[in-house]
């Protein structure tokens, strides 16, 4: 019985977190830029992935931006598929790691973190290299820094900021 009630609470928990992921680009996108620096979606995927598990965590991560995609054609193909890897890689990473950290604090909470947006980072790197090289386009290393890195370092202060606080 008390896996069952487990099961559904992070069944619920991860469409909570889904929706989050839905609705928040709405309050940081009304200016573009801004939005894609701030990277809303990827946050209720790792606090999904720390707080209901590495399963839960891949799979918000990777509906999350093709469900955005059907509903309001944002982001945009093949953009969301690249991200869709991307966050999948980033629930996949942290839950997993987080979950068989020997000790679940703050330490072991930034380890986890750093890896899994490094790994996130590289999957969509690698996923966009090979979707671009499908329609015959050029995606050059020059462009994934200033892509995945260099334009998301608010994003990045933000999550290392924001997640931290959200799970003490």
């Known amino acids: 019985m008390k896996h069952q009630n487990q099961s559904l609470r992070n069944l619920l928990l991860a469409a909570m ?16 830029e801004i939005g894609n620096m ?24 990777f509906i999350m931006p093709l469900l955005r995609f059907a509903l309001f054609s944002m982001p ?36 986890c973190l750093l890896l899994a947006m490094v790994a996130g980072r590289l999957v969509y790197g690698a996923v966009t290299f090979v979707l671009m090289g499908l329609a015959g386009s050029a995606f050059t290393f020059q462009a994934f820094l200033a892509g995945a ?15 931290p606080a959200v799970m003490v």
Do not use: D
Request: proline fraction near 5%.
């Open 76 to 111: 945009r193909m093949p953009t969301a598929l690249a991200m869709a890897f991307e966050m999948a890689a980033y629930g996949a990473v942290i839950g997993f790691l987080y979950a068989r950290s020997r000790w679940q604090c703050v330490k072991a909470l930034y380890k």
């Open 38 to 61: 701030l990277l809303p979606m990827h946050l209720p995927v790792f606090l999904c992935a720390l707080i209901c598990g590495w399963q839960y965590g891949t799979a918000v991560g």
């Open 149 to 163: 890195v260099l334009n998301a370092i608010p994003g990045i202060v933000l999550q290392l900021v924001l997640i």
């Open 17 to 32: 977190f889904l929706a989050i992921g839905l609705v928040l680009p709405f309050f940081t996108g009304q200016i573009k």
